[in-house]
């Protein structure tokens, strides 16, 4: 006797007409025609069924905060991290903690179930570690939140960051981060890199680092990240996030640069959201997207994460972490329409992000957590057209969300008219 069934569900591979059976929280069989029976059953009627969606890259610690003290009137980086610097001495371990938790509701409403927060490490007080270290406890049976300690205002350049880092650590923070395009030197950032790096191997962590978040073409910490990567034998555990100077770079340089990155087995992150309204800032006309090189790493077998970064913060004062909506960004602004690159699309929220944050039992094999999300879309194509509904999610074996499918009702002469915008709605038109 199982505890769950779903029946009919489309599978993000391709696969149609599967049944998935479910026994205490896992996984216990995928087939089509499902011979079992089970305390409870769901018709998907043949629609996607996907694992969690995961985010890659979010700041929790200043989530929801959009208008505290004051809006960001240029909509501009700089003057985002100056609004930053203007709150910090405000906050406090409660508001941190209330805004992060409302952020991860609107997840787990969204089929969000895995996020790698960066938490700012260069307050001395440590509040948002210690908010968000409790608020990863609290929330652990809904939604996996990995922590990186990030020291925003720089390694080197920030006087505490190094002894902060160490207390972050010790208040069980998982993973190491880094900001070496913001270091006073190019020298300085490399530095940064390599004593990271050296931290975090002797200390068996993953790493995280937000690197070369600019439009200058001669940023490539990339460079030195891959490089101390293969020196420490961390391939598979080392991230790259933003890496927009590469959007820039020359592109024979990007030739040698790629497949050193394959080499060194070093995830590439980018924020397709925050990426294409923050960069380009200095230019007139034309104006550079401002994204990595999306196409060519995915094309050269890199795993590539997307992550939404900022939801109403002093740098994006949209969104409602919809990781759909990023998918389908990261796919406009990198002209990713082919009909494989559009199924990478989908997986740069799903398959690949669980994979940069190493999350065990993530998946649709027999075995794997039974943390499942219902679309209202009949694969992972019409799922990012139409940033579809989640009409469940379950969280190991159980419904943790509900929403009725959305639809418009038209309001005709010989009666009203549903229209959901999906392809199996245009046949009743
Ligand atoms: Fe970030």
């Known amino acids: 006797m199982l505890d769950l069934i779903i029946r009919n569900a489309n599978l993000p591979d391709g696969r149609t007409g599967i049944d998935i059976g479910i026994a205490q929280g896992r996984i216990a069989a995928l087939e089509p025609a499902l011979q079992a029976e089970a305390a409870q059953s769901i018709d998907a009627e043949g629609r996607l069924v996907t694992p969690p969606f995961i985010d890659a890259h979010l700041h929790l610690d200043s989530t929801l905060s959009l208008g505290l003290p004051r809006l960001n009137e240029s909509g501009t980086l700089l003057e985002g991290i100056a609004l930053w610097g203007e709150l910090k001495p405000h906050l406090t371990v409660e508001a941190i903690y209330e805004r992060a938790k409302k952020l991860c509701l609107w997840s787990m409403a969204r089929g969000t179930l895995g996020i790698r927060s960066h938490v700012d490490i260069c307050d001395d007080r440590l509040l948002a570690v210690e908010a968000l270290a409790k608020l990863r406890e609290e929330l652990k049976p809904y939604i996996d939140i990995q922590l990186v300690a990030f020291p925003q205002d ?18 069980g923070v998982n993973v190491v981060g880094g900001i070496p395009h913001f270091e006073r030197t190019m020298e300085d950032g490399a530095q940064s890199v390599k004593t990271l790096m050296r931290l975090a191997a002797e200390r068996g962590l993953r790493v995280d680092m937000h690197c070369d978040e600019s439009d200058d073409p001669l940023s490539r910490h990339i460079e030195t990240l891959a490089a ?6 961390m391939q598979g555990r080392v991230a790259g996030s933003h890496l927009t100077s590469m959007h820039s770079m020359d592109n024979y340089y990007v030739s040698k640069l790629i497949p050193l990155i394959a080499e060194a087995n070093t995830a590439v992150i980018a924020n397709p959201l925050i990426n294409i309204t923050l960069q380009g800032r200095h230019d007139t006309y034309p104006k550079r997207r401002g994204m990595t090189r999306v196409k060519e790493l995915m094309a050269a077998g890199i795993t590539v994460g997307f992550g939404h970064d900022c939801v109403m913060d002093p740098w994006y004062p949209l969104g409602s972490h919809d990781m759909l909506q990023v998918a389908s960004m990261g796919l406009h602004v990198g002209q990713l329409t082919g009909t494989e690159e559009i199924k990478s699309c989908f997986a740069a929220v799903t398959e690949s992000p669980a994979k940069i944050l190493g999350l065990e039992g993530y998946g649709l094999t027999p075995g794997c957590h039974a943390d499942l999300v219902i679309l ?32 418009s009702r038209l309001h005709l002469p010989h009666g009203p008219l549903p229209i959901d915008f999906t392809r199996a709605g245009l046949a009743t038109l």
């Open 154 to 171: 720089g390694y080197l350049r920030y006087p505490r960051s190094a002894q902060n880092l160490e207390r972050a650590l010790a208040m």
């Open 228 to 233: 101390e990567t293969i020196r420490h034998g």
């Open 376 to 407: 209202q879309a009949e694969d992972a194509f019409e799922a990012i057209r139409l940033s579809a509904e989640r009409l469940f999610v379950i969280r190991r074996g159980k419904i943790l969300a509900e929403a009725p499918p959305r639809h």
